[in-house]
Every structure is written in C-alpha cells, then in structure tokens.
C-alpha cells in the first residue's frame, strides 16, 4: 500500500527532464510506465509518476482559491503535477523528502499532502534539519 503527494510547479515538465533528475538523484527510470521511476532504500519505497491530467481535476475539485493559494506560493500558475506514491514502511517518507527537495530546487514547487497542507521549500528544508516527515502537519493549510 502506498499514500500519495503532489509535487506541483508553475514549471512545464517534460518525462525527460523528471527523468534526469531522478536518474541523478539515484533513482530507477522505467519509461512509458505510469509511474516511471522508483527510489527503493531497503524496505523503504516510493514511486514517481508525471501526472498533468490528475493536476487538472484536482484544480477543478478544489477551485479557484486553492488555484490563486498555489500560484502565490509559486510565483505562477500552476502547470505540471508530479504524483509521489510513499510506501507505508519506515523511512519512505524521508526517501519523498529527499527527493522533493532536489526537486524544488529545480522548480518552483509546492508540496499538496493532498490532506489539506501545503509545503513550500522552506518548509521541506525545515522538516529536514529537524527529522520531520514529508506528511507532518504543514505550515500552511489549504
């Protein structure tokens, strides 16, 4: 079983170029799958897929206020969702969090814990220097 967040960036995207970013970060790439890519440490797992269409229904889901919340954290609209699929086992949440916060620094990027919590990249550094999880109370809720 598995629980899902949402990287979601003002940026466009490409499998490419979330594809070498992952393979950077150490991580597996199996193209044309859903989800393509996976870090595995241990017992530890979390998969990775591009996921423009789910960024669509979740924005007309949640609204126009989630969607102006999203693009004042951004600096922009946002245009390109990355699912993260965290296995339940212990330590997949700080593998999400140690990929969300390479991913940030490529992309404007905001963290939905898809539970009513955004992060923003201060946020993840933070939960970082203190041992924190990636779905830890946020700092801002929706």
Do not use: N
């Amino acid at each position: 079983m598995s629980e899902p967040i949402a990287l979601i960036t003002s940026a466009i995207i490409t499998e490419p170029d979330l594809s070498a970013l992952i393979v950077q970060a150490q991580g597996h790439v199996t193209p044309g799958a859903p989800l393509f890519s996976r870090f595995s440490r241990g017992e530890s797992h979390i998969w990775i897929g591009l996921s423009t269409e789910e960024l669509r229904a979740v924005i007309e889901d949640k609204g126009e206020e989630y969607v102006a919340r999203l693009a004042r954290l951004l600096g922009g609209l946002p245009r390109t969702d990355v699912t993260v699929e965290i296995s339940r086992t212990k330590g997949s949440e700080a593998l999400a969090l140690e990929f969300a916060i390479p991913f940030s620094a490529c992309w404007p990027t905001v963290v939905d814990d898809l539970a009513g919590h955004l992060l923003t990249r201060s946020d993840l550094l933070h939960r970082c220097a203190v041992g924190q999880g990636i779905r830890a109370l946020a700092a801002t809720s929706l």
